[in-house]
């Protein structure tokens, strides 16, 4: 009954190629987001959607593409893959918009390019 | 969103009450003092958040100033599983879709 959850959990691919992480919630919350945690462990926001519409976009590379299909939904789709992409990337989700909810995290995905 | 400032790191003995504290001596009135912890390898964890009044819960109690310029968190009954990094936020009411801005945290560890 994982609330937040994400896939795959790790992820190891060459520089150049196009891959995709998925996160889903099953808590019914409006506002979903991507994190992404460096080697020097800075946790930093990348995207929030809220009901499928995009709120926040962090200055993120234009090769970072997400996408809502629907309220539980929000993949991360990244093209051309660098070095520097190797992260762990982390999905949450929110009740609402507003400041005065907690955000609940899934389990990372830990990308590694070669 | 305020500046936090934190230790870079603390212990404390298992069993015993874990305080830590942050400062955020630029906060104004509109901002939210959060905390999130990270376990090693797992995401973030919602702990407490409060604005000028102490709160608690089942997890922690969040000890605010009156002033509103520093806080403490306290675990009052450390255990192993509590060794993570502790983050304190500042989020304003104003934050554009409910983003957090995470520092670099305080690693506790819980000795036996």
């Known amino acids: 009954d994982t609330a937040v959850s994400q896939t795959p959990k790790y992820l190891v691919t060459q520089m150049g190629n196009d891959k995709s992480i998925k996160c889903e919630q099953n808590?019914?919350?409006?506002?979903m987001y991507w994190y992404k945690q460096d080697s020097k462990k800075f946790l930093k926001i990348m995207f929030s959607?809220?009901?499928?519409?995009?709120?926040i976009n962090e200055t993120v590379p234009n090769r970072f593409s997400p996408k809502s299909p629907d309220k539980a939904h929000l993949n991360l789709h990244i093209n051309s893959l660098e070095l520097g992409d190797s992260a762990v990337y982390f999905c949450?989700?929110?009740?609402?918009?507003?400041?005065?909810?907690?955000?609940?995290f899934g389990p990372g995905t830990r990308l590694t390019v070669l | 969103d305020a500046k936090t400032t934190q230790p870079t790191s603390m212990d404390c003995a298992e069993g015993r009450a874990a305080n830590l504290p942050c400062n955020h001596s630029?906060?104004?009135?509109?901002?939210?003092v959060y905390w999130y912890r990270q376990i090693h390898s797992q995401g973030p964890q919602y702990i407490i958040h409060?604005?000028?009044n102490n709160e608690t819960n089942e997890m922690a109690s969040l000890i605010i100033t009156e002033d509103r310029k520093s806080s403490t968190l306290i675990l009052p009954h450390a255990t192993l599983r509590d060794t993570a990094v502790y983050y304190c936020?500042?989020?304003?009411?104003?934050?554009?879709?409910?983003?957090?801005?995470f520092g670099q945290g305080t690693e506790l560890s819980v000795k036996p």
């Open positions: 949450a989700s929110s009740p609402r918009q507003g400041m005065y909810n907690e955000q609940f």
């Open positions: 808590l019914g919350h409006d506002t």
């Open positions: 959607y809220n009901n499928k519409e995009l709120i």
């Open positions: 630029t906060i104004s009135g509109n901002e939210y």
């Open positions: 409060g604005l000028k």
């Open positions: 936020i500042v989020r304003s009411i104003y934050n554009q879709g409910g983003k957090l801005i």
